[in-house]
């Protein structure tokens, strides 16, 4: 049985900073493109980064030079480092595991606000 779990998110002031980290368990996960997307109130899902099974990484524009994502093939994590945290970057944060199969956690909700 495939899991995804989130965990790490909550409430942060603008320019703050928070990390999420995604522990999977079921899959070869040093073989998978592991991701983080995110879904605002009303708004679709969104990739917001990715990491490749050799570590390349891609970002949304919007979150380029803020966020920062990891991955540790031995330990099946992959984390999302977050800085100068922006109102709109209040979602909830999914993990997503994506090979031939494509596997989501339950997400974590991320506020930034005063």
């Known amino acids: 049985q495939v899991q995804l779990v989130e965990s790490g998110g909550g409430l942060v002031q603008p320019g703050g900073s928070l990390g999420l980290s995604c522990a999977a368990s079921?899959?070869?996960?040093?073989?998978?493109?592991m991701g983080w997307y995110r879904q605002a109130p009303g708004k679709q899902r969104e990739l917001v980064a990715s990491?490749?099974?050799?570590?390349?990484?891609n970002y949304a524009d919007s979150v380029k030079g803020r966020f920062t994502i990891s991955r540790d093939n031995a330990k099946k994590t992959v984390t999302l480092q977050m800085n100068s945290l922006k109102p709109d970057d209040t979602a909830v944060y999914y993990c997503?595991?994506?090979?031939?199969?494509?596997?989501w956690g339950q997400g974590t909700l991320v506020t930034v606000s005063e």
């Open positions: 997503n595991a994506r090979l031939w199969s494509v596997y």
């Open positions: 079921g899959i070869s996960f040093h073989r998978y493109v």
């Open positions: 990491i490749t099974s050799g570590g390349s990484s």
